[in-house]
């Protein structure tokens, strides 16, 4: 069983920023991706960014130039910095994580509410 836990949601005006950290605890040997996405009332959740085990990432093209990812191997977190953050950008925002532990899994954490207000 490999659980995540989001921190560091909240309210900021736009152009602001947040930064979200995401910690995986548990059974785990190595972990392939890990990523963030975010789901906005009436919508499908969607990718934000990811970043693979050797720190190659990919961005959504409406978050490229704003936000970064970034990952800690050793401690299985991976954090979100976003900056000049937009009203469109509110949303619930979910960690993933994939790769083995006792058996091949994919995690999600509980989100975490970001809201920015215009």
């Known amino acids: 069983q490999v659980q995540l836990v989001e921190s560091g949601g909240g309210l900021v005006q736009a152009g602001g920023s947040l930064r979200l950290s995401c910690a995986a605890s548990?059974?785990?040997?190595?972990?392939?991706?890990m990523g963030w996405y975010r789901q906005a009332p009436g919508k499908q959740r969607e990718l934000v960014a990811v970043?693979?085990?050797?720190?190659?990432?990919n961005y959504a093209d409406s978050v490229k130039g704003r936000f970064t990812i970034s990952r800690d191997n050793a401690k299985n977190t991976v954090d979100l910095q976003m900056n000049s953050l937009r009203p469109e950008d509110t949303a619930v925002y979910y960690c993933n994580a994939d790769g083995w532990g006792f058996r091949r899994f994919s995690s999600w954490g509980q989100g975490t509410q970001v809201t920015v207000s215009s």
């Open positions: 970043v693979t085990r050797d720190g190659r990432t």
């Open positions: 548990g059974s785990i040997f190595s972990i392939n991706d």
